[in-house]
């Protein structure tokens, strides 16, 4: 089976079974996307021609008028046959080679009761390009994935950091509180993704930059903060991180010893479920709730947005009425791996 791609015309291999979207990425072709579980609706296309199958029913990313008028999520349809698909979007965000590498875990570093700081040394004759924001899958055995945001910058690329919250009963999660150790070999594909920072045309008169993290969507902020606090660029940064508890703002210390250095940087962590003394002393509530108070006009803004498919969803139903246009609320929504979701 093969999927042809409007309007380029590029052709690659289908593998039965499996996603269109997860073909289209084992084959290096990196179409947009963000959660790959159904949700967002970034991998929306118009089906040309062919038909598509949805093994797991029909998830909230694609509605019924987009459906009867031809659109098809690509991380939830199963080809029946050869397709011909009109991307939503084909531009690459990123002129950077995907590739498959052997790397050494570093070491681990336990960051909170259930996020790991995970650090992987890449081989020393590979050049690993990426841009803030990007993430890279772990390849499980049968070519199954496990998703990842860096949360290094790309300045920094000889030893990747990423921060890994332990999901119950999660195959390669519980691996890492359990039986990973420095030393373990790991196969990495990437950079993927398009959730990657954007210069504005003139940094000096862009609007504010809001940075919303949920739990480790931290992680590619990281990497986004580092990249403009590390690299000189100079604009106004209001950070936004949701937690539940202050334990989970697993990094608090290194953010706040940022705010000492770079007057530029506004810091809200937000306690959803504040015990009454986290309460005294934090921001309560969703973390989404926190920016809508804040401002009542994001018109100029531009807001980058990391974590669980929920706070993605927030976001995209209440900052337009803050004036933000769709496009420039950039997102990663930190679904599970499509095997997972098709298990559950
Ligand atoms: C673009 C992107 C970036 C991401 N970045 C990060 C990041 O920086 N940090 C981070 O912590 N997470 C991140 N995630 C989420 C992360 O990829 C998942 O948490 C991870 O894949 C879980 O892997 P796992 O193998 O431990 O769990 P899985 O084995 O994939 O299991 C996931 C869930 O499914 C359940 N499940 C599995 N099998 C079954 C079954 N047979 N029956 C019922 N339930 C089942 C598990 O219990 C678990 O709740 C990101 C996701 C995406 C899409
Ligand atoms: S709905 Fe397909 S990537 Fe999110």
């Not at 939503?88 to 259930?114: W, Y």
């Not at 499980?140 to 290094?152: D, E, Q, V």
């Not at 005294?280 to 498919?309: I, K, N, S």
Request: aromatic share 8%; hydrophobic share 45%; proline share 7%.
């Amino acid at each position: 089976m093969e999927l042809t791609l409007r309007p380029q015309n590029r052709a690659v291999r289908l593998e039965p079974g499996r996603s269109v979207l997860e073909s289209a990425l084992a084959a290096h072709l990196n179409l947009p996307h963000s959660c790959k579980g159904g949700n967002c609706g970034s991998c929306r296309a118009r089906l040309v021609a062919g038909s598509v199958s949805y093994p797991r029913g029909r998830t909230l990313g694609l509605s019924e008028a987009e459906a009867a008028a031809g659109y098809v999520l690509l991380c939830q349809a199963v080809p029946e046959g050869d397709l011909v698909v009109e991307a939503r979007e084909i531009r690459r965000v990123t002129d950077v080679e995907i590739k498959t590498l052997p790397c050494r875990v570093e070491r681990l570093e336990r960051l909170a009761a259930d996020v790991m700081g995970l650090y992987l040394r890449l081989p020393a004759v590979e050049d690993f390009h990426f841009r803030a924001g990007q993430y890279l899958d772990v390849m499980l055995p049968g070519g199954r994935r496990r998703s990842f945001s860096i949360a290094s910058p790309p300045h920094d690329a000889g030893l990747i950091e990423l921060h890994v919250r332990r999901v119950g009963a999660g195959e390669f999660t519980e691996r890492v509180f359990s039986t990973l150790a420095a030393g373990a070999l790991l196969q990495i594909e990437g950079p993927l993704g398009q959730f990657v920072y954007r210069e504005p045309a003139d940094p000096a008169t862009a609007g504010p930059l809001v940075l919303v993290a949920g739990g480790t969507g931290f992680a590619p902020v990281k990497s986004i903060l580092r990249h403009l606090l590390e690299t000189g660029v100079r604009r106004p940064l209001h950070l936004y991180w949701g937690a539940r508890h202050e334990a989970d703002l697993y990094q608090d210390a290194w953010v706040r010893e940022r705010l000492t250095r770079f007057t530029e940087l506004r810091y809200v962590p937000v306690l959803s479920m504040a015990a009454p003394d986290e309460a005294a002393r934090y921001r309560t509530g969703f973390v989404h709730e926190a920016v809508l108070a804040d401002f009542a006009q994001l018109a100029t803004a531009e807001v980058y947005a990391a974590g669980p498919p929920a706070l993605i969803a927030a976001l995209q139903a209440t900052l337009p009425a803050r004036g933000l246009a769709p496009e420039r609320l950039y997102f990663d929504s930190f679904e599970y791996a499509p095997d997972a979701l098709a298990r559950r």
